[in-house]
């Protein structure tokens, strides 16, 4: 994982790079961080399903977020990584992976501080987003997990994993 660089002041969140942009989720979400590696397709998947991984014997599926925010696919590079989460969607457990262009850090963002998402001016789905923070003169956009993974589409997904 990368470095730990945060404070006790606020909320803890894990920084990823999509395209330009920097996001965040929640610290207490992410099992783990893992370097690229292959996925297996899986037959009638939506588009921005890339497939599924063995994560210690157990079948993890794995969004591309690129793809799900309306971004163009990118090629996999030595910075791509895959965050392994446990979210919860519809009363039930996920885990899930989603593949990020590069993870940053673990950073602390005040909550009392964050700003409600734009209804304008941004190029993705402003109902995935929770907020948007503030770190080192840089917009960070907190999303939203369980609208980013709707029911509907978990369901596809949750078809395809071991319940917890």
Do not use: C
């Not at 998947?45 to 157990?58: H, K, N, Q, S, Y």
């Amino acid at each position: 994982m990368t470095e730990i660089n945060a404070s006790r002041d606020g909320a803890q969140y894990v920084t990823l790079g999509i395209d330009r942009e920097i996001f965040a989720v929640d610290v207490d979400r992410v099992r783990e961080i893992l370097d690229a590696q292959p996925v297996t397709r899986v037959p009638y998947a939506p588009p921005f399903m890339l497939g599924m991984i063995d994560v210690r014997g157990r079948s993890v599926p794995v969004i591309d977020l690129r793809t799900k925010l309306g971004l163009p696919a990118a090629e996999t590079t030595e910075q791509t990584r895959i965050i392994v989460l446990d979210i919860e969607n519809g009363g039930k457990m996920l885990t899930m992976g989603m593949l990020a262009d590069r993870v940053f850090e673990v950073t602390s963002l005040d909550d009392h501080d964050m700003e409600p998402p734009p209804d304008v001016g941004t190029h993705w789905r402003s109902d995935y987003i929770r907020g948007v923070g503030r770190r080192n003169d840089s917009f960070v956009i907190i999303f939203d997990l369980p609208r980013l993974f709707s029911s509907e589409e978990t369901a596809f997904i949750d078809a395809g994993t071991e319940p917890r």
